[in-house]
């Protein structure tokens, strides 16, 4: 794995497409929605930023992860254990991720696309690597109710 911290990346879900933006531009990480598919309660050009980490699994979910505030104590960031009052807003179904938009917006021109859809299968895969385990605002949820894929599916060996 690369030891430069991923900046952005593409999500596509069965309604829209993000620019998720988890370094740089803003203290928080936050969801630019860039594109949409089909109705959704958001408008292009619409954020989602209630939280400090991205959760990456069936959707993307912001959440302030519990455990932040005192001294010896670690930060839990598996979106699972961390309490639901404690998740802000997410995303309908992801189809797939990308490290290019271009991809991305061709992939939310395709016809009939589904959830976790094969057919981006391998650019989902590059973005999970390029995350990893240890991005300081991305947390790759490994929970079987919520994850994408499971972490040997996409973690080259």
Not at 32 to 45: E, H, N, P
Not at 105 to 116: K, S
């Amino acid at each position: 794995m690369s030891d430069k911290i991923l900046g952005h990346f593409f999500a596509v879900t069965l309604t829209s497409v993000y620019r998720v933006v988890v370094e740089g531009e803003r203290e928080a990480p936050y969801l630019l929605k860039i594109a949409r598919r089909a109705a959704s309660r958001k408008q292009v050009g619409s954020a989602i930023s209630n939280g400090t980490m991205v959760s990456v699994g069936k959707q993307l979910i912001m959440f302030v992860p519990e455990g932040a505030g005192g001294a010896h104590t670690t930060v839990q960031r598996e979106i699972n254990n961390v309490n639901t009052r404690y998740w802000g807003g997410n995303t309908s179904s992801v189809v797939a991720l990308f490290l290019l938009e271009n991809e991305a917006l061709a992939c939310n021109r395709a016809d009939n696309p589904v959830a976790l859809d094969p057919r981006w299968l391998k650019q989902t895969k590059e973005v999970l690597w390029a995350i990893g385990d240890s991005h300081p605002r991305c947390s790759i949820t490994n929970a079987p109710v919520l994850r994408l894929m499971a972490e040997e599916e996409w973690m080259p060996v």
